[in-house]
């Protein structure tokens, strides 16, 4: 995902943990009913420190650099050609020999 889909990328996330959730929520319920619940919900205790493992061995990321600033047409001054300017230079600017 692009940085500037923060809201895309949040709301990706949320739904994915909620369909895992639902998805999952049948196992649990049937564990629970073969063993007990404190067998079944030991498991899900532990999934927030297997979860922060997983993303310890992630890189940081790194800090977004601004893009380079293309350079400008024009006579060295900065200032960009307009659309209608001619590349020729006016009369009274011709150099002299």
């Known amino acids: ?5 923060v809201g ?24 629970a009913d073969a063993t007990s619940l404190r067998s ?3 498991p899900l205790a532990l999934m927030p420190m297997l979860s922060r493992g997983c993303c310890s061995t992630l890189p940081e990321p790194g800090v977004p650099q601004p893009p380079a600033a293309a350079p400008e047409k024009g006579d060295g001054t900065g200032a960009a050609l307009s ?8 009369p009274n600017r011709l150099p002299r020999r």
Do not use: Q, Y
């Open 8 to 31: 895309t990328a949040g709301g990706i996330t949320l739904g994915l943990t909620a369909s895992i959730g639902g998805l999952a929520s049948p196992g649990v319920g049937a564990l």
């Open 83 to 90: 659309a209608n300017a001619t590349l020729t230079p006016e």
């Open 40 to 42: 079944a919900l030991a």
């Open 1 to 5: 995902m692009r940085r500037t889909t």
